[in-house]
């Protein structure tokens, strides 16, 4: 991890230009990860080189795979499904869940016997979601508590389940897809809800036996039939929507802003987001739609047009779950109230999203409530900030203080900016190209 590195952000004149967005982090640890398991040389472009994404791709080369970047394409040489070899010593996983949850699922279906620890943010974070459905498989876990450190002792013998997710989770769904690979037979996840599909989209464009089933009101069954062989492939990465959201709020609440997004991911599992920002009166002006890397992306212009606020319903928290710092952000810039409903998994990411953002937001000048699992803002158009906000080893926590500060009264200080790394390295040099003030 990087030294602490604070950083002021303050009042800032119109935002303008074109800021391509970094890689999309969740298909960044999908490409590594089933390229790891390929026969054959899978090829990536446009990777997002932030740590949590190293923090796999170290992993991936501890279990035997090879990965080696040549100029700004990555070169994979897969073990194939099922040839993941005993690392020799434990794995760092840094800051990053999604490593965590996706390689426990890998793993838990080879027999070999692999330690995970992260960060104090990481150690945190629950991972009973992953170690019950991982052990009915057959693997055998010591967590204390569910947390990490975590040791995972895969089993030779994997059996099959069905498993009906009891959070919106695309890291759990996925890390059972994962473990169902090497599985005999076929092993069926069910989403009460639609969380992000990535997993889905790569492995049947790698070959693997997956289907999916609408079962109505809005649940999927996805069906992974164990032993297939993966096709190698060259992989395009798309740039990541949550990534864009900063860039897009901060042309939303500076006056005058006028931004160019090429190239956003627009994945109906992941837009949540910029339909809340419609509700609210933004201007998001979309163009040239179309496909990369098997993902739907378009063009959007972005223009300041004053907020109001809304009511966001608990069913589309798994289409925006990480945009809910800098939806808050937007929000305290709206005028009238937003509640944001439905958010206990908040309480579960980076840090604890849902009392952050309430008491971050609050001591910018912001008047907000938590009812229950609901974040309630009372927008003024305004913040007055001048104040320090601690940022608990979370990035989007970070950013969306940096983004809160570009239209304060005060600035707003952040007390450590290098978790950005884990997702957003090239944040503070793309906001201010923008005309962002941040310093
Ligand atoms: C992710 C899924 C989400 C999200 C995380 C990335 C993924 O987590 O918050 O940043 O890549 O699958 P949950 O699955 O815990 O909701």
Same mark, same amino acid.
């Given at each position: ?25 969740? !298909? ?102 992953? !170690? ?57 996840? !069910? ?30 069954? !996805? ?217």
């Amino acid at each position: 991890m990087s030294s602490i590195i604070p950083l002021s952000s303050s009042k800032s004149n119109a935002l303008s230009g074109t800021a391509l967005s970094p890689g999309n982090k969740s !298909i960044s640890h999908r490409a590594v990860l089933l390229g790891a398991l390929a026969v054959g040389e899978t090829t990536i472009t446009g990777l997002l080189e932030s740590e949590d994404v190293h923090a796999t791709v170290g992993a991936l080369r501890a279990l035997g795979a090879t990965l080696e970047k040549r100029g700004e394409v990555w070169h994979l040489h897969g073990v194939g499904v099922g040839g993941l070899q005993q690392p020799t010593a434990p794995m760092d996983m840094g800051n990053s869940g999604t490593s965590t949850r996706l390689l426990a699922g890998l793993v838990a279906t080879h027999p070999i016997t692999t330690e995970f620890f992260g960060d104090a943010s990481l150690s945190k974070r629950p991972m009973g979601r992953v !170690i019950e459905p991982l052990s009915q498989m057959g693997a055998t876990f010591a967590a204390t508590d569910g947390k990490l450190p975590m040791t995972i002792t895969g089993t030779k013998n994997p059996m099959p389940i069905t498993y009906t997710l009891p959070v919106a989770s695309a890291q759990v769904k996925s890390a059972i897809i994962l473990a169902g690979l090497n599985t005999p037979g076929t092993t069926t996840v !069910i989403e009460p809800t639609r969380t992000r599909d990535h997993t889905e989209r790569m492995l049947r464009a790698m070959g693997a036996n997956l289907t999916t089933e609408d079962l109505g009101h809005g649940a999927t069954a !996805i069906h992974i039939t164990g032993y297939a062989e993966l096709k190698p492939m060259h992989i395009v990465v798309p740039s990541d929507p949550s990534s864009t959201a900063f860039p897009m709020v901060a042309a939303a609440i500076v006056p005058g802003s006028d931004i160019f997004l090429p190239g956003v991911g627009m994945n109906e599992t992941r837009t949540g987001l910029f339909i809340c920002l419609e509700e609210m009166g933004a201007k998001l002006t979309y163009s040239n739609e179309r496909e990369e890397g098997g993902e739907p992306v378009a063009d959007i212009r972005v223009q300041y047009t004053e907020l109001r606020g809304i009511d966001v319903s608990a069913e589309r928290a798994p289409s925006m779950i990480d945009e809910y710092p800098i939806l808050a952000v937007a929000a305290a810039y709206a005028q009238g109230t937003t509640r944001m409903r439905g958010l206990h998994e908040l309480r579960t990411k980076e840090s604890d999203r849902l009392t952050i953002m309430a008491e971050g937001l609050a001591a910018c000048g912001a008047h907000t409530e938590i009812d229950g699992d609901d974040l309630i803002v009372h927008g003024t158009g305004k913040l007055a900030g001048a104040t320090t906000i601690p940022t608990h080893l979370d990035h989007r926590i970070a950013m969306s203080f940096l983004v809160a500060g570009l239209n304060s009264d005060a600035p707003i200080t952040i007390d450590d900016a290098s978790p950005i790394n884990t997702s957003f390295p090239t944040f503070v040099e793309m906001m201010t190209a923008l005309g962002a003030s941040i310093k």
